[in-house]
């Protein structure tokens, strides 16, 4: 009898144990698990927040290096590309666009754009106000963002363009947000690229036809776009002016009432309520193409220089063409008076947006 009890008492035992075990291990394994969901989580985060940097990285595309080089100032080879690039690129891309000669070109409506590439420029009736002059000269104004795509791109066009009433003594290299699209660009001048939001006034840019002032509103690079949200954004920049004449820039366009975007420009009398002109690159590859991305941002800077200086493929014609926009704008305000307002296809661009 006292053997079987303690038989009993052994096996209870052991069954007590085993039941012990089982239940320590299915909380370990339900451990396990919640820390498997918890990696899961966390890891699709992170891939949320980073996609952008990460697919251009998958990609292998050139931009795999994203910010790469960024407030970089351009080498003296680069900075001629845009200080002295020849006169003739700018007339026989003009007429390739006048004539649609540039492949897959189009117009519609006083539009012409280009169904192979991400291109478009309107030469529409301009908005004309009497302008801000000082110190005798007519004037260009730029408010711009880092952040913005749009800006980014024109900024390419607007260099060339600027560079045909004077020369810049330096430039920087830039890119776009790395969420609105990561295109490279150039800066007018070192930009804040982490900061919360600031207005930053200034370029290295003298001419003696024409001033220029610029500003941008930095913020953080890595972001998205960001610009000042009161109902009157221009008023942020007139409160942060630096000096009397950037105060007079600033009031005057507020004073437009015309701001529905960046860029947001003046270009003599002729204001301009975003990007006149849009280029945006050709399709390098058929994924581009297919997933509809921007090309431009799968271009690092020396491409671009390299085309617009070697005029030779549809993007460095559509860039050029674009510039003349914004010099076809001016002229007037300086009454014809730079070499490049002789060009016919600048009096023709001249002529189409009821300037002349």
């Known amino acids: 009898m006292f053997k079987y009890l303690v038989r009993v ?35 699709g985060l992170v891939i949320y927040i980073m996609w952008p940097s990460i697919s251009l990285a998958i990609r292998g595309q050139p931009l795999g290096k994203t910010l790469s080089g960024i407030n970089n100032p351009l080498s003296l080879a680069q900075l001629d590309v845009i200080n002295n690039a020849p006169n003739s690129y700018f007339e026989q891309a ?27 420029i309107a030469l529409v009736k301009s908005v004309v106000l009497p302008g801000y002059s000082y110190g005798g000269k007519p004037s260009v104004i730029y408010i711009g963002a880092t952040s913005c795509l749009w800006c980014g791109e024109n900024r390419w066009a607007m260099a060339l363009a600027l560079s045909r009433f004077g020369s810049f003594n330096s430039l920087y290299t830039g890119y ?11 800066y007018w001048k070192p930009q804040d690229l982490y900061v919360n939001g600031s207005a930053n006034f200034g370029n ?8 220029f002032f610029s500003v941008e509103y930095d913020s953080n690079i890595t972001s998205g776009f960001q610009f000042p949200t009161t109902s009157a954004p221009i008023g942020y920049f007139v409160a942060r002016a630096p000096n009397a004449s950037y105060s007079g820039a600033m009031k005057y366009m507020n004073s437009t009432n015309a701001f529905s975007g960046t860029p947001f420009t003046s270009w003599g009398s002729v204001i301009n309520r975003g990007a006149d002109a849009v280029v945006l690159g050709t399709p390098q590859n058929a994924s581009v193409s ?3 991305e921007i090309p431009l941002t799968y271009m690092t800077h020396q491409q671009v220089f390299g085309q617009l200086s070697s005029f030779n493929t549809t993007f460095a014609v559509e860039e050029y063409a674009a510039a003349d926009v914004y010099i076809a704008e001016l002229c007037p305000s300086i009454n014809n008076s730079a070499p490049i307002c002789s060009l016919p296809a600048i009096q023709a661009y001249e002529q189409k947006m009821g300037l002349s």
């Not at 290295?204 to 001033?211: D, E, R, V």
Request: glycine fraction near 8%; hydrophobic fraction near 40%; charged fraction near 15%.
């Open 9 to 43: 008492i052994i096996y209870d035992w052991m069954a007590r144990r085993k039941s012990a075990r089982k239940a320590r291990q299915g909380g370990t394994n339900t451990l396990k698990l919640m820390n498997i969901a918890l990696i899961i989580i966390v890891a």
């Open 94 to 120: 003009g007429q390739m666009m006048l004539n649609l000669s540039i492949p897959g070109e189009g117009v519609s409506n006083s539009t012409y754009y280009a169904s192979s590439s991400d291109f478009q």
């Open 176 to 186: 776009s947000a790395i969420h609105d699209q990561d295109l490279p660009t150039l």
């Open 204 to 211: 290295m840019y003298s001419s003696s036809y024409i001033n």
């Open 290 to 292: 297919a997933g509809g």
